[in-house]
């Protein structure tokens, strides 16, 4: 059994979790934390971390970026592994969360969805063999109206792998607009569509001539991502001081 410390437990990520594990005979959510301190009869809920007395295997925190170093230092205080999901950090956060895994068990990922991890993998082969052949990389992502932030952090992820696998010969372009002439070989096309209620979606377009080989992933719910925290979960749980991603998990 993994008990869980689920922060952000009444947010829409935090509820979505909580019914999965309720499904789920392997893991239990121990205790909640959120800002919002409305209980339920599961489990007890804390405002403040800090008040969490509960003894737990890992945490997954799904909150906002906001107090995000009162819950490393929690983590690192109790020795309890962290599966980290909030999105947004500055710099200095990201630098807080990275000198964490030299003391604790961190896992971050840019997606907590399986078949993107999964999908990450097979990209970075294929591009060994395909790209490597002269075929040209292109990524589309689609998403919601609301997402800020653009390509998405997926779509860099992905971009990555490629990049990794080809010893980091391409450079990424974003618009081509402001350009007019043909398109460089080691270029990286990344193109970002925002509209309705797009929950994710991820093309990668490997365009050889007279032939193209497209991978996809499409999320359909949010649900993808609360179910890989929860795979995260039981992975990290006993796990030493350092730094985990899905890919980890999916080895």
Known sequence: MTDIILVGCNGRMGKMITG????????????????????????????????????????IDFSSAQGIEERIAYAVDRQIPLVECSTGLNDSQTETLLAAGQKVAIL????????????????????KKLAGEGFDVEIV????????????????????????AMDNQYEYVYDRSQVRRKREKKELGISAVRGGTIVGEHDIIFAGTDEVVTFSHQAYSRGVFA?????????????????????????
């Open 20 to 59: 999965i594990v309720a499904e789920d005979a392997e893991t239990r959510i121990a205790a909640g934390v959120d800002i919002i301190g409305q209980k339920n009869d599961q489990y007890p809920v804390f405002q403040n971390i800090m008040d969490c007395d509960v003894a737990a295997d890992v945490i």
């Open 108 to 127: 971050r990922s840019a997606n907590m969805s399986v078949g993107v991890n999964l999908l990450i993998k097979l990209v970075k082969e294929a591009a």
């Open 141 to 164: 992502e689609k998403h919601h109206n609301q997402k800020l932030d653009a390509p998405s952090g997926t779509a860099l992820a992905l971009a990555d792998s490629i990049n990794e």
């Open 227 to 251: 179910k890989g925290s929860v795979v995260a979960a039981k992975y990290l749980k006993g796990k030493g001081a350092g730094l985990y991603d899905m890919a980890d998990v999916l080895l």
